[in-house]
């Protein structure tokens, strides 16, 4: 290959040509670029204001430990300065997997404890008092065919959503790259979900009772510089993938996207953007204010689209639903 000199500096040697912008970038240059990206995306959607309080949702998997690092890497500055408190946190699905990702504790620990950032490690199952093994075990037994993943997702956010509220957390901020939010757009559309779109976006859950919204610094960063950043900072990769993750729909999309990348290189950013542009849309129209209205599960009364939410759904169609209001109630 020959040699070319970075478009930015103009002076290092370029390791990394961005198809999507032309840009051909030196290490130091590319790390800088994302480090940019990261506190303009808060600056721009004004995700973080005076007096929040942030919970930042570090899993152990990469995205997440970037997240993290480039937090750190920006703390000394606005709108960072003005937060209230910082609490960095990692769910455990106390599943067979999650033992793999919690061998990342230990580093995302000594990174937390270096900066004098709090941390904490919160169980499913202590929050919402059934665990995500449980509930998949039920439902299989009645012979539902359901995606752990699904419900792995589920119970994550709605266990997220429970710590901040306890916390008093004002704000979650999770490591969504411009992939997922692809991903997500395409699985609306095959799911003829529309109503999915009014949760679609840079912030999303704003003005929701009970609901703490949440904020994505990294959405339109592609999981590849994502990957290349952890490798250039030495951040820990994980060894193993999930086991579900091959029957999770959003597999299939990722060859999919990359396939179409490769004739279009900006085909992610117009995705998620064709989403936003719909997100705003439907926040705007009355016609959709009426259809999607967003009411109250009649179980728990989380903020749901339908008469009970996700989280009960399953736990209900699981039969697990008496020992989950006991849970509750304690
Ligand atoms: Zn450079
Ligand atoms: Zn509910």
Redesign the pocket.
Known sequence: MVSTV???????E?FYLRESSGEA??????MKSIEEKFIRNIREYDMIKYGDSIGVAVSGGKDSLVLLRLLIKNLKKPPLTYVERILVFTVDEELEYSKHKLERVTYIRQLCEKYGIEYRIYTISSIIGVSVQEVYDKLREKGKNINMCTICGVFRRRVMNEIARREGLTKIMTAHNLDDDAQTVLLNVFSNDLKRFKWFGPITGEDVENFVPRIKPLRNIREEEIAIYAYLTGTPMLERECPYVRNNPRYLLKFLLADLERKNPNIKYMIVSFGDSLSNLLKEVKYFERKIKTGKCSICGMPTTGDICRTCELIRDAGLLDKYLLAKRD
Request: glycine share 0%; hydrophobic share 20%; charged share 35%.
């Open positions: 970075c478009t930015r500096c103009r002076r290092r370029a970038l030196c290490k130091q240059c590319f």
